[in-house]
């Protein structure tokens, strides 16, 4: 199970801390991933982290301005998101996947993740 929490009202430039809080699940073998959906737009895929070697993944569209990170003791995973601008606008959604994530293709899919959160909102106004 995954529970997002951090999501809220930022003005252009401004930063936000993403949670997901993980439970129910195996640590050392998971993957955690953060997607957005803006209104009228289809879910895309921003960023990814595999709890074993931590390696991670990052859509062009955050790269640079996105970090994602995990705390292992806490069994929390963070996506930290600075210099926001209107387009960040969505719905965050956190998703868990009970094996490791390959990064081999431009995007991660959703299909791979089967547990998902209920969502935050980030609002960016300019």
């Known amino acids: 199970q995954v529970v997002e929490s951090g999501g809220g009202l930022v003005q252009t430039g401004g930063s936000l801390r993403l949670s997901c809080a993980v439970s129910?699940?195996?640590?050392?073998?998971?993957?955690i991933g953060w997607f957005r959906q803006a209104p009228g737009k289809e879910r895309e895929g921003i960023s990814c982290?595999?709890?074993?070697?931590?390696?991670?993944w990052y859509a062009d569209s955050v790269k640079g301005r996105f970090t994602i990170s995990m705390d292992n003791a806490k069994n929390t995973v963070f996506l930290q998101m600075n210099s926001l601008n209107t387009e960040d606008t969505a719905i965050y959604y956190c998703a868990g996947s009970v094996h490791r994530i390959e990064f081999y293709s431009p995007t991660i899919q959703q299909f791979e993740f089967q547990s998902w959160g209920q969502g935050t909102q980030v609002t960016v106004s300019s």
């Open positions: 982290i595999n709890t074993d070697d931590h390696s991670t």
């Open positions: 129910g699940a195996s640590w050392d073998d998971y993957a």
